[in-house]
């Protein structure tokens, strides 16, 4: 991409002159004559000044769109050169929330960097929001989603399944109402819920029990609050966080019940008591999720066929 466009595109990603000035280690009045002399060649102006963040012109936006296809071009590109190498050279960016890095990830990756030593392997962590974002501005190369019946033209590959489950300190006193139905971790490390004859449980029981929920906007805060739609119960939320991983802690502290992933438990602990869902909403299927106008390379195929082979053997 020719340098002035690398300017203007900048100066529209920070929305000042100045801030892109400072990104692309420029002074500001060299960067405003670069943009300038492209709007002198076009005769029309790319930005409104007058506004603040700067807001592009009709000009501005068909510049900044035919910039970004050849961005596209630019990295459909350079992944098809990689290609011929037979995967002995590359880049691939995953992007993943906290959980699936923590979690989910950690296995898959040492595999890919074991086979394919010679492709740099980039991960980046965010809410699985800013993440559908960065695959749809080619931030990244690939994503994990569990969106139900999405509305977007991004490409989707149903990779992982996971289950949630209620987790509850042991000194709650709904416990003891509920022995038949709870699960020890043990329990759950022995994968007890996938059982048929397993029981399940509705959020009834658990009306005045303090919850630790995520933030709305989550997935799993949308589907913890059609669980207590489902059982015509009010939640009793005691706190609010945006990490799965940090209410798992918070619930092994005694704060609160909150509701995590079957594949958070790695190991045997006393502390809790663990219990099934009614309800269809507690199995999640989770996409890999890729843009829909790029071409696939082979290092993603190589990254999806493996995590594939992990997790839906």
């Known amino acids: 991409m020719q340098q002035e466009m690398k300017y203007i595109y900048t100066v529209y990603k920070k929305g000042s002159f100045s801030k892109a000035a400072e990104e692309l280690y420029l002074t500001q009045p060299a960067l405003s004559i670069s943009v300038q002399k492209v709007e002198q060649e076009i005769g029309l102006p790319l930005f409104n000044r007058d506004k603040k963040p700067l807001e592009l012109t009709e000009a501005g936006m068909l510049y900044i769109q035919k ?7 630019e990295e459909e590109l350079t992944a098809q ?17 906290h959980y699936f890095n923590s979690y989910i990830l950690p296995p898959v990756l040492a595999e890919f960097k074991r086979r394919f030593p010679g492709i740099d392997l980039e991960l980046t962590e965010a809410s699985s929001w800013e993440l559908l974002h960065m695959v749809k501005e080619n931030v990244i190369d690939l994503t994990f ?25 042991n000194l709650f006193p709904v416990n003891r109402l509920l022995k038949k139905a709870s699960l020890s971790s043990e329990d759950v490390l022995a994968r007890k819920f996938k059982n048929p004859d ?11 029990t303090p919850f630790i929920l995520l933030t709305p906007g989550n997935n799993l805060y949308s589907r913890s609050m059609k669980f207590f739609k489902e059982a015509s119960v009010k939640p009793n939320i005691t706190m609010e966080v945006t990490q799965l991983v940090t209410s798992f802690h918070l619930s092994r502290a005694g704060i ?36 829909g106008r790029n071409y696939l390379s082979k290092a993603q195929q190589a990254f999806i066929v493996l995590f594939q082979n992990y997790y839906l053997k």
């Open 67 to 73: 910039i970004e296809q050849i961005q596209h071009l």
């Open 81 to 97: 050169l990689n290609d011929l190498t037979d995967l002995k050279t590359g880049h691939l960016k995953v992007g993943g929330t």
């Open 145 to 169: 989603n569990c969106t139900p019946k999405p509305s977007d033209k991004l490409r989707r590959i149903p990779v992982f399944q996971d289950t949630i489950l209620l987790a509850v300190p």
């Open 198 to 208: 397993c029981p399940a449980v509705t959020m009834e029981p658990f009306a005045d």
């Open 256 to 291: 609160g019940a909150a509701f995590i992933s079957d594949w958070m438990l790695t190991h045997v602990h006393s502390e809790m008591s663990y219990y099934k869902i009614a309800s269809p909403s507690a199995i999640r299927t989770f996409d890999i999720v890729t843009s």
